[in-house]
């Protein structure tokens, strides 16, 4: 029970990776802050974290490519549980196109939600919580090594991979940890909708496809004590995949 008495926000908690690691961090003793852009969706995640454990959880309709709304979601966490101890920047989107069919518009949509909104929430996170939080941001192995069409997508967790060593250099002082993960083939609709997947462009052997749980499980180690010597990393969590020849 590494969170008795601590609050959590997890950003795109309503579903796959969010909704695994709000149930995780419930399990664990901590109340739960949902921000999602689906409030009804939100609501049925807030209740399975309460399901799963936690003292409290609640939703708040949030998206994280409105700053404005990005400090309202703080605020309402505050004010029902009068601080924040972690946040998880999961909520992320991507986008299916040839750089050559890409247009500005494609990438500003892209990078407000999987990389600004991150930012938006670190902001917060330094301006609000106490020495001892922790930050932790999901990007994905494609930050490393990418397939065709998702080049927004690759270079926005690239770009989260820069923002988190950043942040982990400002945070110190503050006494705020940043680290990142970033995770493989996860078994999401996410990754059985994507057009990579459906066509063959990218092939998945089943042993390298993860539960959204593996992810959590490292989320929460990554914001708990237990890793109080961890900061500025990023830690892949895919199964091995990216190590095989």
């Given at each position: 029970m590494?969170?008795v008495?601590?609050?959590?926000?997890?950003?795109g908690?309503?579903?796959?990776?969010g909704?695994?690691?709000s149930?995780?961090?419930g399990?664990?003793?901590?109340c739960?802050?949902i921000?999602d852009l689906?409030?009804k969706?939100g609501d049925?995640?807030?209740?399975?974290?309460?399901?799963a454990?936690?003292?409290d959880?609640?939703?708040?309709?949030?998206?994280?490519?409105?700053?404005s709304?990005?400090a309202?979601?703080v605020?309402?966490?505050?004010?029902?549980?009068?601080?924040?101890?972690?946040?998880?920047?999961?909520a992320?989107?991507?986008?299916?196109?040839?750089?050559v069919?890409?247009?500005?518009?494609?990438?500003?949509?892209?990078?407000?939600?999987d990389?600004l909104?991150a930012?938006?929430?670190?902001?917060?996170?330094?301006?609000?919580?106490k020495?001892g939080?922790?930050?932790v941001n999901?990007?994905?192995?494609h930050a490393?090594?990418?397939?065709p069409?998702?080049?927004?997508?690759?270079a926005?967790k690239?770009?989260l991979?820069?923002?988190t060593?950043?942040?982990s250099?400002e945070?110190?002082?503050l006494g705020?940890?940043?680290?990142a993960?970033?995770?493989g083939?996860?078994?999401t609709?996410m990754?059985?909708?994507?057009?990579?997947?459906?066509?063959?462009?990218e092939t998945?052997n089943l042993?390298?496809?993860?539960?959204?749980e593996?992810?959590a499980?490292?989320?929460?180690?990554?914001a708990?004590d237990d890793?109080?010597?961890?900061?500025g990393a990023?830690?892949r969590?895919?199964?091995?995949r990216?190590?095989?020849l």
């Open positions: 590494r969170f008495e601590k609050v959590v926000i997890v950003t908690g309503a579903s796959g990776i909704l695994a690691a149930k995780r961090f399990s664990e003793g901590a739960v802050v921000a689906d409030q969706k049925v995640a807030a209740d399975s974290t309460r399901s454990g936690a003292p959880a609640f939703a708040v309709k949030c998206d994280v490519a409105d700053e709304q990005v309202a979601a605020d309402a966490a505050v004010e029902r549980f009068g601080e924040v101890n972690v946040i998880v920047n999961n992320g989107l991507m986008v299916f196109k040839p750089i069919e890409q247009t500005g518009d494609d990438w500003l949509k892209i990078l407000n939600v990389l909104g930012f938006y929430f670190t902001k917060q996170a330094f301006r609000r919580m020495p939080g922790a930050i999901v990007s994905s192995v490393e090594e990418t397939t069409l998702v080049a927004s997508y690759a926005a690239a770009a991979l820069s923002l060593r950043s942040a250099l945070g110190k002082s705020i940890r940043v680290n993960i970033l995770p083939a996860v078994d609709p990754l059985w909708e994507n057009p990579n997947v459906k066509s063959g462009v998945l042993t390298d496809v993860g539960k959204p593996d992810i499980a490292t989320i929460a180690y990554l708990s890793a109080k010597f961890v900061d990023a830690v969590v895919d199964g091995g990216l190590s095989r």
